[in-house]
Structures are given as structure tokens and as C-alpha cells.
């Protein structure tokens, strides 16, 4: 199994810019998750989905849309690039929320 | 509503001497922890979990966490660290509220072994 893994590894873009990260997972899990990590702040929630087809916001969504059109995918989508979205982002998945997450190696965004 | 704080920002030890990573949370129900170990440009892993079992935890590479309740604290400990446990440790909070889901990562701890 691949477990959790993210496309693309490092990006960057240009202020205004769109993209969309892909996450996939080939362990049947219900819940997926976008989180960004920066610098001392830990890691901040986005957006998750607890099934296919359906989404809910996370703590810091602003910018960021996201579908689940498949169970194994969850897509995250930056319309408009600004700076302040350069991060390192993480796709996780689990079975319900009360159970542990698997991570995915992580994509590193960088907005100029 | 829930949160985590992770009371120190930086950890060091000297290799073969304990380790201990403090967290503190607040909840309005009874909620699921978690510590997450993150070594340099890598995804999280689970090192243990707590949900409403043994108070105690064991987790890997000789990692425990014990939930108390009463001081509202998941305190992280090793009875002697080595030199590949140098990564950030994150405490992390699972809550079910009146308004759905939540998920909460403290900001981290940087645990440094020096030999």
C-alpha cells in the first residue's frame, strides 16, 4: 500500500496564480484532511471531508476551496495565490476523527 | 470549545537521560489525544494515542503518555532518549462539539539530543 501521497512535492507560483494539490489514499479511509505548517504555529486545519461528496471548513479556510469527488482523492484549490498561502501543506486520512491519521509526505508551496 | 498547549517551545537532554514534553488541554467533553512525531522534512507519525482506555499510554520506540484528568495534562515521556528521537513532537486534541468536528495541534516541541 502507498498509504497517503500528495502531488505535487514542491511548487511554486506567482502571485495570482491558481493550483490544485491531489491527495489520494488506498486505505479506504472515510475522513481526509488539508492542514498547512508554519513556522511555530503547529499545523493548522483547512478544510477535511468525511466522506465522499462532502466538505466542511476547517480553522484557516480563507482562500482555499476543495472538493471529494472520490473517497481515495481530496483536492485542495488555491484560486488566487498570495504570499501569505506559501507554507508547507499535508494531506491526511483516517477512519473517523477519534482515530489516528496518516500523514502524507507533504507539499511545499512557495507564492513570489 | 478546546485547545492545546505545548509548554515548551524547545527540549534538550543528553542522550541516555529522560525526556519529558508537557501538554496541557482544555475541553468540554471528553476528548481523544494524540502525540505526533515529526523528524526533519516528514510527514507526522502516531507515536500513541489516548481514548478513554488505560490512563496510560504506551506508544513506539519506547514513548508513554500519561492522561490525568484532574490537571487536564497528556505529558509525553521517555526513560531514555536517543540520538533519532531529536524531531518536533506534536499533542494533538480530537473533540466532538455542539458545532461538529474539531482537531487541535499544539505548536510544538523541538526535542534536541546532544551525545
Known amino acids: 500500500n502507498a498509504g497517503v501521497t500528495q502531488t505535487p512535492k514542491f511548487r511554486v507560483l506567482k502571485t495570482g496564480q491558481s493550483m490544485t494539490l491531489l491527495c489520494a489514499q488506498d486505505?479506504?479511509?472515510?475522513?481526509m484532511y488539508w492542514y498547512r505548517q508554519d513556522p511555530g504555529m503547529g499545523l493548522r486545519l483547512i478544510h477535511y471531508s468525511v466522506g465522499e461528496g462532502t466538505t466542511a471548513k476547517g480553522e484557516v479556510p480563507d482562500g482555499y476551496n476543495v472538493s471529494r469527488l472520490k473517497k481515495q482523492n481530496f483536492l485542495l484549490g488555491l484560486e488566487s495565490a498570495a504570499p501569505s498561502q506559501t507554507s508547507v501543506y499535508f494531506c491526511?486520512?483516517?477512519?473517523?476523527?477519534?482515530?489516528?491519521?496518516?500523514f502524507g509526505p507533504g507539499t511545499r508551496l512557495t507564492v513570489t | 470549545a478546546q485547545s492545546v498547549t505545548q509548554l515548551d517551545s524547545h527540549v534538550s537532554v543528553s542522550e541516555g537521560t529522560p525526556v519529558l514534553l508537557r501538554c496541557n488541554y482544555s475541553?468540554?467533553?471528553?476528548?481523544?489525544l494524540f502525540w505526533y512525531v515529526q523528524h526533519p522534512n516528514k510527514g507526522l507519525q502516531l507515536l500513541l494515542k489516548y481514548t478513554s482506555a488505560a490512563t496510560l499510554v504506551k506508544g513506539i520506540n519506547g514513548f508513554e503518555a500519561e492522561f490525568k484528568k484532574s490537571e487536564t495534562s497528556f505529558h509525553l515521556t521517555k526513560p531514555s532518549a536517543h540520538m533519532s528521537d531529536a524531531a518536533e513532537y506534536f499533542c494533538v486534541v480530537s473533540d466532538i462539539t455542539n458545532s461538529g468536528y474539531a482537531l487541535n495541534f499544539g505548536k510544538g516541541t523541538s526535542l534536541l539530543v546532544t551525545p
Open positions: 491526511a486520512s483516517s477512519w473517523n476523527v477519534n482515530y489516528e491519521q496518516y
Open positions: 486505505m479506504n479511509h472515510e475522513y
Open positions: 475541553s468540554s467533553y471528553s476528548p481523544s
